[in-house]
T-cell receptor, first 118, second 113 residues
Framework: AQSVTQPDIHITVSEGASLELRCNYS??????LFWYVQSPGQGLQLLLK??????LVQGIKGFEAEFKRSQSSFNLRKPSVHWSDAAEYFC????????????????FGQGTILTVHP | ETGVTQSPTHLIKTRGQQVTLRCSSQ?????VSWYQQALGQGPQFIFQ???????GRGNFPPRFSGLQFPNYSSELNVNALELDDSALYLC????????????FGSGTRLTVV
């Protein structure tokens, strides 16, 4: 069964500092990997996704993530955090179905709450 | 293009009642997935509909059921509500089963009292 672990429940950084949010997954084959962000009371916004190809993925809002198969990791990074980045971040793994398509089940981690100090 | 729209945004129901939540998928998307997000948790997959048929289901009892309509909008129905059903219910739409990613709506906050 697929699973996702986000080891850090809560991270606090200062504005302008760099950020790395950790994500480890368990999946039998090459996974689909996603990072989503959620503001309080809101739905999920996709930051970036990895399906195949280049293991360094660029996303919106200056975020990037690197897929490391040997470590089963897909960590999210940002070189300089802005106060508006404060939110909860979710890593998710998706299943690959027949023909390389996904049949839709995303398995999410518990989330990491990011607090940004001025 | 329009995004994913869910209604209602908030709902309060009594234990034992039934509830229907609605979702309009993003224009051009033929796949809808539903997720339950309890407070402080990550979303959990309930089921997915692709071209009006259920093609994947998570670990939820049969009292959670759904429909997808010809215009690809969707409903989530929950019968015999329990207190633990209180959660944010998220709908996500995608194209062709999710190959190109998923767009989430803002959710329906269901409170069961």
């Amino acid at each position: 069964a697929q699973s996702v672990t986000q080891p850090d429940i809560h991270i606090t950084v200062s504005e302008g500092a760099s950020l790395e949010l950790r994500c480890n997954y368990s999946y039998g084959a090459t996974p689909y990997l996603f990072w989503y962000v959620q503001s309080p009371g809101q739905g999920l916004q996709l930051l970036l996704k990895y399906f195949s190809g280049d293991t360094l993925v660029q996303g919106i809002k200056g975020f990037e993530a690197e897929f490391k198969r040997s470590q089963s990791s897909f960590n999210l990074r940002k070189p300089s955090v802005h106060w508006s980045d404060a939110a909860e971040y979710f890593c998710a793994v998706g299943s690959r179905g027949a023909g390389g398509t996904s049949y839709g089940k995303l398995t999410f981690g518990q989330g990491t709450i990011l607090t940004v100090h001025p | 293009e329009t995004g994913v729209t869910q209604s209602p945004t908030h709902l309060i129901k009594t234990r034992g009642q039934q509830v229907t939540l609605r979702c309009s998928s993003q224009s051009g998307h033929n796949t809808v997935s539903w997720y339950q997000q309890a407070l402080g948790q990550g979303p959990q997959f309930i089921f997915q509909y692709y071209r009006e048929e259920e093609n994947g289901r998570g670990n939820f009892p049969p009292r959670f059921s759904g429909l997808q309509f010809p215009n690809y909008s969707s409903e989530l129905n929950v019968n015999a509500l329990e207190l633990d059903d209180s959660a944010l219910y998220l709908c996500a739409s995608s194209l062709d089963g999710g190959t190109y990613g998923y767009t989430f709506g803002s959710g329906t906050r269901l409170t069961v009292v």
